[in-house]
């Protein structure tokens, strides 16, 4: 069990516009900032969105991320089949002196 | 840019440790980031392992603490992680990466399975 909540699929048509919701308390996302990372088939992690809402250089502005109280969603909009991958959110946790991850939501581009 | 390469035996026997490395190029492990491990076992999410500073100084996941070791060795630019007492559990792909703050990890290695069994 993740201290992060995600949900555990998520999907879309092409051109469409997914959230993807991550719970947390106040000792994660309540008092750190979210990370959001995109892992693609077979490959390892690639960090998506950091800082609650900042992109990485060369990620696309399709991907945003948003963070309120104690829960942060990432929204991608123009869906492609590319965006197909699983998804993990990721914040500080004071409680586990740690980072702690989201189980992590695979999204299914229809 | 930095890049993070994973390298140690894929596989251990019960009861046994679980050695890996990574080697850091394009920057120097002594700058100022922590190097981290996380681990994913097969079909599963992502599980911090624990960090390390140049310095030697480290932090570990409680729960898995009293199994874990992560080292530095700055002449060669490489940091390790020994896990003991393995059994299937341990079973998954294991990443080294840069924390470049608390839990923002960039870049990441490929990945190495890792598989207990006998």
């Known amino acids: 069990q993740s201290v992060l909540t995600q949900p555990p699929s998520a999907s879309g048509t092409p051109g469409q516009r997914v959230t993807i919701s991550c719970s947390g308390s106040?000792?994660?996302?309540?008092?750190?900032?979210v990370n959001w990372y995109q892992q693609l088939p077979g490959t390892a992690p690639k960090l998506l969105i950091y800082?609650?809402?900042q992109r990485p250089s060369g990620v696309p502005d399709r991907f945003s991320g948003s963070k309120s109280g104690t829960s942060a969603s990432l929204a991608i909009s123009g869906l492609q089949s590319e965006d197909e991958a699983d998804y993990y959110c990721?914040?500080?946790?004071?409680?586990?002196?740690?980072?702690?991850f989201g189980g992590g939501t695979k999204l299914t581009v229809l | 840019q930095v890049q993070l390469q994973e390298s140690g035996p894929g596989l251990v026997k019960p009861s046994g440790t679980l050695s890996l490395t990574c080697a850091v190029s394009?920057?120097?492990?002594?700058?100022?980031?922590?190097w981290s491990w996380v681990r994913q076992p097969p079909g599963k999410g992502l599980e911090w392992i624990g960090e390390?500073?140049?310095?030697?100084?480290?932090n570990y996941n409680p729960s898995l603490k009293s199994r874990v070791t992560i080292s530095v060795d700055k002449s060669k630019n490489q940091f390790s992680l020994k896990l003991s007492s393995v059994t299937a559990a341990d079973t998954a792909v294991y990443y080294c990466?840069?924390?470049?703050?608390?839990?923002?990890?960039?870049?990441w290695g490929q990945g190495t399975l890792v598989t207990v069994s006998s």
């Open positions: 990466a840069r924390a470049v703050t608390s839990s923002r990890f960039d870049p």
């Open positions: 394009g920057g120097s492990i002594s700058s100022s980031n922590w």
């Open positions: 390390i500073y140049h310095s030697g100084s480290t």
């Open positions: 106040s000792s994660n996302i309540g008092s750190f900032t």
């Open positions: 800082s609650n809402n």
């Open positions: 990721a914040a500080w946790d004071d409680s586990l002196n740690g980072p702690v």
